[in-house]
């Protein structure tokens, strides 16, 4: 049969983004969000993305965390801070705010729980309620601040006492404003859908049933949005891998212009805390049809790839199908399976055996293509927190990745990087997932630590991922590579949505997007959306609820990404379509980011408050531990058997005054001449925990008087020949279902460029499939890919 589908070099990145920052010293108008500092002071930071702007604590006392405000800006301070002055306040944040009700001498008094609020807020009688002196309650200002006037609220709700079971996480959707309540309307429609796959939802889709997909996951997982299978095939005249990666069509039920739709807009993301979950879409969806549970029937979009023993991704195509899962596998067990194919649970699984080897194979040709691409794999260590019945902290061990867990994520990868082909090329908006290199700033500093430790990063002009990627090789046998490490991974700048494409620098790819996890991300579903879009011969155009107040980055999520070393402006729209669809795209990405960073901050404070509470009984206590960071009040420190970090306040260093070297990232001491830097070895005794702050402080242990001084020393292509006429048709010993997709899927494919190894075809409409040809990616939550792929908290990020 002959294939005369055309195909298509890959179409080139487009250029990165740059912010014009204003002149320094220049008096200028900005409007933005006021962020409280728990010291009194404040900042701004301003709705177009530019510099935060310091507000003194005297031009706090008329505003309040979350308003937003217009601010002359002046000249820097003595420390170089550019300093604000309010001349208007915009709108004042209608956020309930979260604390203790105190009773002093008769008044009573809202202590927020937040410290981002400056000021208590005054409580009148007649607004308490029935809430009692030391509960946790929710309030709303009923009058702002004046400058010599504190604020005045109301108790809206009363939460509970503090040492409530789980009382932590309540605290902490109400103070970072996750909605964790669906709509009576989500409620509605989600309790309407079937039970089940119906026969006519199956109508028009490929038929992958008797396939050997399987879902693989942690063992407390819950949702199921991914599945994968993998058999050899031909590319060329060579031996490559057929790979397919099933995603739930969370689309099909999710409809825009829905209730359900609306409220998962509004949560963009579900958010992992210790033991609960709020998740993006109601549970019958999330754990009930849109989960890809074993042994029942369920509708997926799958990614379809070729792939050659190199790792190099010469074909894919996307198509809807039905699906049923042959098994719900762990890490663990696939680990285990895949380290001895003759144990009692390669026999149990016997059948299964075979198709994870595949996978295993693929998974390691996958690994050759990221060497050759240089993609940035940070070797850091994560921490589980086990919890106990009553919510509080049991204990904190070492999360342990092993090949199963790498293996799903570059399935995944390959799957985002096809998703962000297919839409680029077919000229369709969306939400890149773009992650870019250092800024200058950022860079300079990096370089100057690095250099004190006698390393360099590259070439002195901008480095590329796989300059970083050499540098954390070369230093795996240091004693502080965990530190240096960290070092690089802080340089970089944080993962945000956005659809103005510039690539992602940790995975080294120029483009990228989310596609596999829309069961719990909203730019996932807004991906499938426009993949069906492009796979029906039109554009997808996002329309949403008016009762939606989308975010506009108050939680630190830029509207345009920082200025990145050597970067340039944005290539414009190519349609007007395009022109007029691109303010509602940049919106969605804002408000995804910031949404995103959101559940990140609430994760960390519940992690941060369970690890007071666990540290409130080992006051006294001595621990050998590393430092983390350096700054100019002192030591952060991560004790080794706890895994838990506090401060060593300079003032408890040693008898001496300790000057902070900011360009060699130390703290020294001038009479003695002791050095504290990044990696050093200390012994520190546990000396106070404050559970409102989030803190735990240590004290140096001494010995004859003289602070313990660190121990560890601080160094210091071309087109393919000869394809078969239908690559992807499975091999006969395989199922018929898939074999029965040959009826209406079928491509040829070719070509990659230089590192990219992406390749991309203009569709072939055949019914429900379209052929495409393309490159690869997928993310996994280690604690290094929080930039290359933050977000991630709980649940693995891909």
Known sequence: MQNNAKFHLPAAPEPQRCVEQPKKGSSVIVEGIVRGHRDGHGFVTPDDGGPDVYLPPQQMRTVLHLDRVRVRVGKPDRRGRTEGQIIAILERSTRPIIGRLLQEGGAWLLAPEDKRYVQDILISPDAVGKA????????????????????????????????????????????????????????????????????????????????????????????????????PAKVGRSKGWRLLVAIADVSHYVREGTELDADALERATSVYFPRRVIPMLPEKLSNGLCSLNPQVDRLCMVCDMLITAQGELKAYQFYPAVMRSQARLTYTEVADILSNTAGKLARERAPLVPHLLNLHAVFHALLKSRQVRGALDLDIPETQIVVNAAGKIEAIVPRHRNDAHRLIEECMLSANVCAADFLQRNKQLALYRVHEGPTPEKLETLRTLLRNLGLTLGSKGTPEPADYQALAQSIEDRPDALQIQTLLLRSMQQAIYTPHNSGHFGLAYPAYTHFTSPIRRYPDLLTHRGIKAILHGSHYTPKFSERIALNRGEQNARRVPQRQAGSVAPAAPVSKQQAKDMPIWEAVGVHCSANERRADEASRDVESWLKCWYMRDKLGEEYAGTITAVTSFGL?????????????????????????????????GERTGIRYALGGRLLVQVSRVDLDGRKIDFRMVREGGKAMPSNKPLPTSGEIKGVDEDVFALNPQMSSGVRKSRASTHGATKSAGKNARR??????????????????????????????????SRKRSR
């Open 132 to 231: 009692r002196p030391g509960q946790v309650v929710s309030a709303e200002i009923t009058q702002p601040p004046l400058p010599n006037v504190q604020p005045v609220g109301r108790v809206l709700e009363v939460l509970g006492e503090l040492d409530d079971p789980g009382m932590e996480i309540e605290i902490a959707v109400r103070k970072y404003g996750v909605p964790h309540v669906f709509s009576d309307g989500a409620s509605r429609e989600s309790a309407a859908l079937p039970d089940a796959v119906r026969d006519a939802d199956s109508a028009g889709r490929i038929d992958l049933r008797d396939v050997a997909l399987v879902t693989i996951d942690g063992e407390d997982a819950r949702d199921f949005d991914d599945a994968v299978y993998c058999e």
């Open 636 to 668: 952060f420190v991560q004790l080794d058997a706890l895994f838990v970090e506090g401060l060593v306040h300079v003032s408890e260093i040693g008898a001496d005054y300790f000057r902070y070297d900011e360009a060699r990232g130390e703290l020294r």
């Open 759 to 792: 390749t991309a075809e203009a569709p072939v409409k055949t019914s429900a499939t379209a052929v495409s040809k393309g490159k690869a990616g997928k993310g996994k939550t280690s604690a290094a890919r929080k930039a290359v792929q933050p977000g991630g």
